[in-house]
């Protein structure tokens, strides 16, 4: 059997000795100068050309990684940049957009409001139910949706970015077609219902000058036309309508116009006549008290008398006559509401 013992480790003195004199002995440059023909000597030590190899590549380690740092950066910031300005500018569309509306809403407010005018005017109502409320009436209905009011400095500043929005640039042009379209609707809707409101009322105007309500509301008793006489017997021809209704209730204007008399006779007992446009006039018999005097402004609804049972009566009602250029006509052909 074989035995082998490993002595200590001997040093490689004359490797390291070698290693020591690479780095820390000194190189000889030898320059001559071309002009002068002088010999410069140089002494570099020999850890010189290795410090600065490593010196050079570590700063240009340096710059290559702070170079890739700038070009990511600012691709970064460029990319940041491109998405505040699309931000921005879809920030400005859907103001833009929301300005619409409210454009659009404001327009379709006032709709609302004359279409409710024009149904109110076109509406066949009973005048004789007004009279009362009719100022706060007219008070309310004086009351127009208002518009958009001044712009405050915010919304100022953004109306300036809206003027600038260029149509082909726009990320929601189908939007603003929708939103442009309707605008333009409603838009014209409203022009279409002022016109047409306006055209209502002066037929609504022209609508009070016709008697075509009762004067009382009651019974029909006689009608226009041939008919014997409670009180002579004999045929003849009841030139008006008798609606009967209890003493003292309400008479009222069939339309407008003013008080052309007020007067008794035995026939009529106490009566009063209101002349109206196109010479028309009305006339209201056997009447207990008259409210209206001579010459005084009468609108359709107005109460001017109560029922009575004056003059050639046989119980409280209302002789109701309908004249026009002085002939007699049939009032029914004039009422509308009874």
């Not at 600065?52 to 290559?64: D, E």
């Not at 970064?76 to 929301?98: F, I, K, M, P, Y």
């Amino acid at each position: 059997m074989l035995f082998s013992k490993k002595g200590p480790k001997k040093i490689n003195y004359k490797y390291k000795d070698n290693l020591k004199k690479k780095f820390f002995d000194t190189h000889t440059i030898l320059y001559i100068s071309k002009k002068t023909g002088k010999t410069h000597i140089f002494h570099i030590p020999g850890i010189l050309p290795p410090f600065i190899l490593l010196v050079s590549t570590s700063i240009l380690t340096i710059a290559i990684l702070m170079t890739a740092n700038y070009i990511i950066n600012m691709k970064t910031t460029l990319e940041l940049e491109n998405l505040r300005d699309e931000s921005l500018g879809l920030q400005s569309e859907v103001e833009a957009l929301n300005s619409k509306i409210r454009n659009i809403q404001d327009t379709v407010n006032q709709v609302n409001y004359y279409s409710d005018k024009i149904k109110k005017v076109t509406t066949r109502s009973d005048d004789r139910k007004s009279g009362t409320n009719s100022k706060s009436t007219s008070q309310n209905e004086s009351i127009i949706p208002s518009g958009i009011g001044p712009l405050t400095k915010e919304e100022y500043e953004i109306s300036n970015k809206v003027t600038g929005l260029k149509y082909e640039s726009l990320e929601l042009k189908s939007l603003f077609d929708i939103a442009q379209e309707s605008e333009f609707r409603t838009s014209k809707q409203l022009e279409d219902l002022k016109h047409f409101l306006v055209e209502a009322q002066k037929n609504a105007l022209k609508l009070q000058s016709i008697p075509d309500i009762a004067p009382v509301r009651g019974r029909l008793t006689s009608t226009f036309g041939w008919r014997v006489s409670p009180f002579s017997g004999q045929g003849r021809i009841h030139f008006g309508l008798d609606i009967a209704a209890p003493k003292g209730s309400p008479i009222y204007a069939t339309a407008n116009g003013i008080v052309l008399r007020v007067s008794q006779s035995d026939d009529f007992g106490k009566f009063i006549e209101i002349i109206h446009e196109k010479k028309m006039v009305t006339r209201y018999a056997h009447t207990s008290i008259i409210y209206a005097k001579e010459g005084a402004k009468i609108k359709k609804g107005d109460i001017i008398a109560a029922v009575g049972n004056t003059g050639h009566s046989t119980g409280p009602h209302v002789h109701y006559e309908i004249e026009v250029n002085g002939k007699k006509h049939d009032p029914e052909n004039f009422i509308v509401l009874w």
